[in-house]
């Protein structure tokens, strides 16, 4: 075991705990944000820098600081190791550079992007960037391509983080696409026109941090802050079966993984639970998602139905229109 | 002009095959995509100075790798070129110390005496003109790379032609030589 | 004239074959070594020599041969890092298309001393005429028993190959490299673990440069604590400087470490001074990505003591007013070089090389060049000036590998010490977008 000091806070993990989850033991505020390191995903990480923190004391053993910031999600913890995430003010200054550099390329298109409302780069230039942009030059754009019938890759949101090129190595046996290029140019692709197709492939949506990779049969059906996340199970013989279904009155607009407070994926779900399963008698209802009181889906007051509207006061205009058009839910039937 | 496109089901010679097969022992069994590099090198040789896809996917099958793993390595190493080329690719270097001695005019004038724009092929299909980065030749400023071949010192017009008329005169590229070999056995 | 322990046969004839190399006392650091010494007798050896990294970051050799991790049963490895691409610097090319065994012979040595079984020479792609000779080099070092098993009978066998990279400049950073030679893109990997512990195939592994391993066979020679006695403090033993730019006599020169830099460029033992007999503007004295500085501050220190050719001489002042010694690619310009075009060029540069991985060199590479293309042209405004430095400064020390950092320090610098120069681009856009034209004013020192 190891005892280290995150921001004035003391947690003891397990010895080659990256400093990133020691950090996430603690929880809440003090975590850094991660747009690329992905838990499920073995090699994940060090790219975005988005989780840079300043090492104050490297161990016990030799309490020198470490010379430059370190990506918390590589960078395994030391016994006496003292960390300074939100504490420091350059971390903070470094990571509004960071928020800079991933949209100076970014084509800022959230009002038509189904990723809009859950995306990993808004919350994260929301939460610890500037509101202008010093960048006038023209920015990267690529051709929309169809990666097969259901999964439609959209490279210019792409902040190449890695993950949807480690999900197809690690769950599927013949990946076809990768990072083609180089620098600036690289791209998500296929090279030659190629489908991606195997039973796994959509998990590849679900870890993109922006609106990058997206299913096509949730294309432009909704805003996802207006939908109503319920947890499901069936029997499914190629995955465990346990998703989330996103529900706009009565109609399964989308099905997904399960994914735990920071984005991950907790079990990866198969292609026909995905997209093929749209009625609710596919399914066994087991009650509504957790959300995030903070997010943007969670704003839509989203615990609304489950309560009784008659004792909130003032109830904002929208939802009461929401409530009358979408009547409560029944669970479980 | 000489037709570069690559036949549908390319093949390698058999010199090309020995010398595959000579790389890949340089490497532990399990670790046969390390000849990935130099494998390339050869298919560029081989078929006309590009790779085309049907030709990386030769290369993929000859090292038992998917054809992906090939395609993202192809187009992140600037040698390669991965559409149809000239019969001589002249790679002109545009870097500091180049362009201090004149990289500038050097690829002006290459495009004036051969009718090619930088990045395109010229009519008659004998060059293509390319700008890479520093060829590590700075001190023989400015430089260009024909293939194996280092042209330095093209300061005068003289140097220019002379490369150019060497090129022109060439009916094949020159041997390599495990294809020397080859030929001599 | 000082001593040439690397380059002293370079010019004779046939020196590139085993016999003429052997006839000038070619490969007896390997007799010595393998007969008379022990592995950790050779790292000693280098240790003591104070050999510093010649690629450009100036770690010391021995030092980082001794951090080798050494589990039983594991294969290790040592692997030349040839992949010489820093602007200016071109030294390698010439010492190992010209004395092919001499870089063998330091392998063998070094394998040696570090118990590797099969070594690579990683030379970069554009390079096949060169690993076209090292190869043939290696043909005549297996014939005359110097490779494979049971070399001289010592019981010691050891395999060496070249293998080319494909064009990027990235590969010379040596966790890219080790990809590159796994055959997959140049990425360079987080560290740790580094490559001492986890390297080629995750096993352990050093990584060289061409000219740090040809420095150990005259260490191994005639020792480590002569090789020391040569240079200046921790700048110990000769360095090859590639000479390039407006020189009337550009070229490699092997120097003692210690020379003044203003011998350097004008006596003609080596540069022979500017061409055309112009006045020099600035140099930029270890490879593209250290600071330039004007020649005030070239030729002589802030506090007005001759700068040297050493690790710390180049280096006093820090990057207010000195810069580094780098690869030893010594690029200088005469009084008519634009420095905002070649800060811009040099950003260029840096932007095609950058692997794309991470965030930060991505992204700001490009923005970088595309902000100085723009001042270059006479399109930028004064906060463009004050943006790229602080852009870089957004880069800096913040990425994976220090492609970062090499992007970034060119264009501080060039900001630090030619400020007016670029504020003249964009309020005299038209004079200063002129073919050939000259900047008036002056640098500035600090």
């Known amino acids: 075991m190891a005892k280290i000091t995150f921001d004035g806070i003391e947690v003891e993990v397990p010895d080659g705990t990256t400093i990133l989850n020691a950090a996430r ?42 010379p430059k910031l370190v990506a918390s999600c590589i960078t395994p913890v030391q016994d006496g190791m003292v960390v300074e995430n939100t504490t420091s003010e350059q971390v903070l200054n470094v990571r509004k550079g960071i928020v800079e550099m991933l949209l100076i390329n970014h084509p800022l298109d959230c009002p038509v992007c189904d990723q809009a409302g859950e995306c990993d780069l808004q919350n994260f230039a929301f939460e610890h960037g500037v509101s202008t942009t010093r960048y006038e030059e023209e920015r990267r754009t690529f051709e929309k391509i169809d990666i097969g019938p259901l999964i439609q890759l959209h490279m210019t949101r792409c902040i190449l983080c890695y993950r949807c090129v480690y999900t197809a190595d690690q769950l599927t046996p013949g990946r076809v696409h990768g990072v083609l290029g ?144 979408n009547p409560p839910l029944k669970l479980g039937n | 002009m000489e037709v570069t496109t690559a036949p549908a089901k390319p093949q390698f010679s058999a010199a090309a095959q020995a010398e595959i097969k000579r790389i890949i022992n340089q490497f532990p069994e399990d670790r046969k995509k390390s000849a990935l590099l130099p494998v390339l090198h050869i298919a560029q040789a081989e078929f006309g100075g590009w790779v085309s896809p049907e030709v990386q996917d030769l290369v993929a099958e000859s090292l038992d790798i998917k054809p992906i793993e090939v395609y993202e390595v192809s187009s992140f190493y600037t040698m390669f070129n991965l559409k149809p080329v000239g019969k001589h690719v ?22 004036r005496i ?72 | 004239m000082g001593r040439k322990l690397l380059t002293e046969h370079i010019n004779v004839e046939g020196i590139d074959t085993f016999e003429v190399y052997r006839k000038h006392g070619g490969y007896r650091s390997v007799e010595k ?43 290790r490895y040592l692997v030349c890092n040839a992949d010489e691409s820093e602007p200016g610097t071109f030294k390698d090319r010439q010492l190992m298309s010209k004395l092919p065994h001499l870089l063998i012979e330091g392998m063998i040595t070094g394998s040696y001393a570090l118990g590797a079984r099969t070594s690579y020479i990683y030379i970069r792609g554009e390079l096949l005429y060169v690993l076209r000779i090292l190869e043939k080099a290696i043909a005549e070092a297996y014939a005359a028993g110097f490779l494979g098993e049971n070399i001289l009978g010592s019981g010691y066998s050891l395999d060496l190959h070249v293998h080319p990279g494909g064009g990027a400049y990235i590969c010379g950073e040596e966790t890219a490299l080790l990809e590159s030679l796994e055959g997959k893109r140049g990425n360079p990997r987080n560290k740790p673990p580094f490559p001492a512990v986890q390297g080629l195939y995750a096993r352990p592994t050093v990584v060289n440069n061409v000219e ?82 004007p020649t005030e501050l070239i ?59 991470c965030s930060p060199c991505r992204e700001g590479t490009g923005w970088l060049e595309k902000v100085l293309h723009r001042l270059e042209h006479g399109h930028g405004s004064l906060h463009d000036i004050d943006l790229i430095v602080s852009v870089a400064k957004q880069i800096e020390g913040n990425t994976i590998c220090p492609l970062g950092e090499a992007a970034a320090w060119p264009v501080a610098a060039a900001v630090r010490h030619f400020r007016d120069e670029f504020e003249w681009h964009v309020k005299h856009p038209q004079e200063a977008t002129r073919y050939g034209a000259v900047y008036p004013g002056k640098a500035v020192l600090a």
């Open chain 1, 182 to 325: 180089r620098g600036d140019a690289s791209e998500i692709g296929t090279y030659i026109e190629n489908i991606i197709d195997n039973d796994f492939s959509g998990n590849v949506i679900d870890v993109c941090p922006v609106g990058a990779l997206t299913d096509k049969t949730w294309r432009f059906k909704q805003r996802v802050w207006f939908t109503k996340p319920v947890n499901a199970h069936r029997d499914c013989p190629k995955c465990t079966g346990n998703v989330v279904l996103w529900y706009k009155g009565k109609d399964v607009l989308r099905v997904t993984a399960r994914k735990n407070e920071y984005g991950e994926v907790k079990e990866w779900i198969c292609n026909e639970c995905r997209f093929e399963k749209k009625e609710t008698a596919d399914w066994t209802l087991e009650g509504p998602a957790a959300i995030d009181r903070s997010s943007v889906i969670s704003a839509n007051h989203y615990e609304l139905p489950v309560v009784n509207p008659q004792i909130i006061a003032d109830l904002p205009e929208s939802s009461v229109r929401d409530l009358e058009q």
């Open chain 2, 114 to 185: 051969t009718g090619a724009k930088v990045g395109e092929t010229s009519p008659d299909g004998m060059f293509t003109i390319k700008m890479v980065e520093c060829l590590a030749a700075c001190g023989f400023a400015p430089v260009v790379q024909v293939r194996e071949k280092y042209y330095e010192s093209l300061e005068t017009p003289e140097a220019v032609d002379t490369m150019l008329n060497e090129l022109r005169s060439m009916v094949h590229r020159p041997l390599l030589p495990w294809e020397e070999q080859k030929t001599k056995s």
């Open chain 3, 33 to 75: 070594a393998l007969k008379t010494m022990t592995p950790d007798e050779v790292v000693e050896e280098v240790k003591k020599s104070g050999l510093r990294g010649r690629g450009g970051a100036g770690f010391p050799t021995g030092l980082k041969w001794s951090f080798l991790a050494k589990p039983e049963g594991v294969p």
């Open chain 1, 25 to 66: 033991t603690i929880g809440g505020g003090i975590v850094p944000p991660a747009m690329c390191y992905y838990t499920p995903l073995k090699g994940s990480g060090g790219k975005c820098r988005a989780c840079l923190v300043r090492v104050a004391a490297g161990s016990t053993k030799d309490p020198r600081p470490m």
């Open chain 2, 90 to 111: 002249l790679e002109i270097c545009r870097t500091g110390p180049c362009m201090l001695r004149g990289s500038d005019e050097l690829t002006e004038n290459l495009e």
């Open chain 3, 212 to 293: 740090s391993i040809a420095a150990v066979p005259v260490i191994v020679n005639e020792g480590g604590d002569e090789y020391a006695k040569i240079g200046i403090g921790k700048s110990t033993g000769t360095k090859l400087i590639s000479a390039c730019g407006h020189l009337n006599k550009p070229g490699i020169y092997e120097i003692e470490l210690g020379v003044p830099v203003e011998e350097f460029i004008y006596s003609d033992e080596y540069c022979g001074g500017i061409w055309k007999g112009r006045e020099l503007k600035a140099v930029v004295a270890g490879g593209s990505s250290v600071p330039i500085l």
């Open chain 3, 299 to 357: 030729l002589k220190t802030a506090t007005g003591e001759p700068r040297l050719m050493t690790y710390e001489s180049l280096s006093d002042g820090g990057f207010v007013t000195g810069t580094m010694l780098g690869s030893g690619g010594f690029i200088a310009m005469d009084e008519t070089t634009c420095i905002v075009r070649n800060t811009w060029n040099f950003s260029r540069f840096y932007h095609h090389e950058s692997c794309g991985q």
